[in-house]
């Protein structure tokens, strides 16, 4: 049901400014997962690789298979993909926080100008997966969208893994890392979708 003007002052949704960092504090509100993109540029040395920390990552079509990114205009990882139109999206492992500080820039013991002293494999695809990762997947660009100071890039799907030694995924609440705790979870009471089968 649509609400009514009367409704909408309720919620704030009429106010044409929106406090930039009332904005931030609820979008913190959505806890996420972390995850570095990497891609790679060649250089006369060889293949170069870059990443960056980055939590808006979401799925967005099973068939076919596409991601997007949200990446800012200003960040380091932008020309990389634009050149390279592909990029890999690392889950990252809950014992990663030190490698999502470096790989966002923030003071930090590794050397970012290093690949943040990850460990890594080169994919099939020549994109650097991190040894870090609970999960990855190997992205081609679609479509790119500009979107304020950051593009949307829409992109397929075409190679995946699961890790063997990481099960659990940090997580991202309020500008603060998390874990998931070990308690035992409440059964899942919403309308079953074949989509997601059990497991
Ligand atoms: C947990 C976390 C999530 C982030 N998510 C994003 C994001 O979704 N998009 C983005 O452009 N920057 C994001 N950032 C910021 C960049 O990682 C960081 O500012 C950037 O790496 C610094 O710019 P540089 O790569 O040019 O050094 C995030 C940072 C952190 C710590």
Not at 53 to 69: D, G, H, R
Not at 82 to 87: E, G, H, L, M
Not at 92 to 97: M, N, P, V
């Amino acid at each position: 049901m649509v609400g009514s003007p009367a409704m909408l002052r309720g919620v704030s949704a009429s106010q044409p400014d929106v406090d930039p960092r009332r904005y931030r504090d609820v979008l913190g509100r959505f806890v996420t997962g972390v995850t570095v993109i990497t891609s790679a540029v060649e250089t006369p040395q060889g293949i170069q690789p870059w990443g960056t920390t980055v939590n808006a990552f979401t799925s967005v079509s099973l068939e076919p298979p596409l991601v997007l990114i949200c990446v800012g205009r200003a960040r380091s990882i932008h020309p990389v993909i634009d050149r390279a139109q592909r990029f890999a999206v690392n889950i990252l492992a809950e014992e990663s926080q030190g490698l999502s500080d470096c790989f966002a820039g923030a003071p930090s013991p590794l050397p970012r100008s290093a690949f943040c002293g990850a460990s890594y494999a080169l994919s099939a695809s020549g994109l650097p997966i991190l040894d870090a990762a609970v999960a990855h997947l190997e992205c081609t660009v679609e479509k790119t969208l500009d979107a304020g100071d950051h593009t949307i890039y829409l992109a397929r799907v075409i190679g995946l893994g699961l890790s063997e030694v990481h099960p659990l995924p940090l997580l991202y609440y309020r500008g603060r890392y998390l874990r998931i705790e070990r308690a035992a979870t409440a059964e899942l009471l919403g309308k079953p979708d074949s989509r997601y089968p059990e497991g």
